[in-house]
Every structure is written in C-alpha cells, then in structure tokens.
C-alpha cells in the first residue's frame, strides 16, 4: 500500500546542484522540500543498516534502499537527516549524497571507477614540481615527498617525477603497485573516488584509505599550489567560499573510509 512516504525521497536530491554555492549565484537552485518526518533512527536493511524515517526506509534517487554496510556509518547518515531543520536541505547532507553515488552509481558498476582512478594515478598531482620560486619547491617537498616515499616502500610502487606540465609515463611496475592498492569494496572504493576528484590526486585518496595522511593532511597537500597564489594575488572569496563546501564532502569520504574498516 502506498503512503505519503512514497516518491519522495529519491526527489529530494534529483536536479539537485553539485555545487550549490555557484547554484546560488546563478538563482538555480531548486525549491527545498519541508521536512516532513520526526525521527531520524536505524534498522536492519536487506543489505545492511538502513536508514529510516519515522520508521519507513529512505530510498536513493534511483529508488535503492539508503544502506550501510556498518551501523556506526549508518548512524552518522542519520544523523544527517535528523539535523536538518524545517527543510531538508541535500547542501547540508554530504554524507548522504555521498552514499546515494555510492549505492546508484559504483556498487553495480565498479570497474569504471577503479578505472578511472588509474588513470589519474598515471599523471598524479603530485608528480609534476615547480622549479621555483624556491619557498613553492620547499613547500611541495614538504607536502608531497612523504606520500611518494609511502607509496614507494608500502605498496612498492616507485613513481617517476618531473619538472613542470610536461607529461611523462610512469613505470608500469609503479602503476600495477599502486593499482593493487585501490579498494575493492565498492563503500571504500567510492570514498577514495570522491577524494580524488576533490584532491586532483589519486595517490593523496589512497594515502588517506590507508592510513598515511589523514584528511586535514590530504587537504593541505591539495592544495599547495592554491594557497601559494593566493598568498603572492590575493585571497578569492568564491574560491574559498567552494572550498568550504568541498572541504565538506572531503570529510565525508573520509567518515565513509573511517566507519568501513574491517570489523566495525
């Protein structure tokens, strides 16, 4: 039997913007819906923890049912819903939309994601250096090394570097190395995807999945290059105003990374 739940979770988070600080700008952002439930809690799932409201089960905008693989993660995305004032706002719900990608979008197909992420391993970030100014060399050193020197002695992938935007190959014993090391369950595969996209780097989302950076360090890492111009040009308030809001799905993938762990 139909209720008044029906339908109307997957349409909360379809059409909505990716990134709602330039949505706003532009006035495109759809109208939020008003929060129309009590009590944000979690249940037994068919393929893990669900998520319920008011005791009904929340569905991902292709209508999946919202599941976790661990209950603590299951709860950290009900909390999501629970805080969310008079209008569940999908801005405000990283977590959320980070497992709907998850569940609509790498568990039945993960092959195109771990491909997608050899590939960025192939010209990584953290591969091309500046030759100056000499505190922008220092700083990348700083920053980076450590990640290239993990990669080298824990997964024994020994990446090649280079001098400016100049593309060089790396070493197919480096890539196969470090291809070994990308999650192969699709929660943790899906969270190291998303930092990679939010980073520019594959080597920072693994060096995270695995414990070598935490995210506070992957972030810094990130952006090196970022806060260096600002410092020499001038601070760009939209700039920094989009980064609050990657800052945030960052975290995100790093709870999903954290509370999927082995024996949670």
């Known amino acids: 039997m139909r209720d008044r739940f029906e339908g109307i979770f997957e349409d909360i988070f379809v059409g909505q913007p990716t990134d709602p600080v330039r949505a706003a700008r532009q006035a495109m952002r759809p109208p939020l819906r008003r929060r129309f439930y009590e009590q944000a ?31 603590p993660l299951a709860a950290a995305i009900a909390a999501e819903w629970q805080a969310q004032p008079e209008f569940i706002d999908p801005a405000r719900m990283p977590l959320t939309r980070l497992a709907n ?8 197909s993960p092959l195109p994601v771990r491909a997608e992420i050899v590939k960025y391993l192939g010209s990584d970030l953290l591969f091309y250096r500046a030759d100056a100014p000499e505190e922008l060399v220092h700083r990348q050193s700083q920053h980076w090394d450590r990640v290239i020197a993990w990669a080298r002695d824990e997964l024994q992938a020994r990446f090649v570097l280079a001098q400016g935007v100049v593309h060089g190959a790396q070493p197919d014993h480096a890539m196969a190395a470090a291809d070994a090391a990308i999650p192969r369950d699709p929660w943790r595969l899906g969270a190291v995807h998303a930092i990679m996209t939010l980073t520019g780097s594959a080597l920072l989302a693994l060096a995270v999945a695995h414990g070598c950076l935490s995210a506070e ?5 990130a952006h090196v290059d970022e806060d260096w111009n600002m410092e020499q040009w001038g601070r ?5 105003e989009r980064r609050l809001f990657r800052r945030a799905e960052m975290d995100a993938a790093a709870i999903v990374l954290a509370l999927t762990k082995p024996g949670l």
């Open 41 to 71: 809690s979690v249940g037994d799932g068919e393929n893990g923890f669900a998520i319920l409201v008011d005791s009904k089960p929340v569905r991902s905008p292709a209508r999946r049912p919202l599941e976790a693989p661990t209950r």
């Open 101 to 108: 990608s998850i569940i609509d979008g790498v568990t039945s």
């Open 217 to 221: 360090q992957a972030w810094t890492a």
């Open 236 to 240: 760009d308030p939209l700039a920094l």
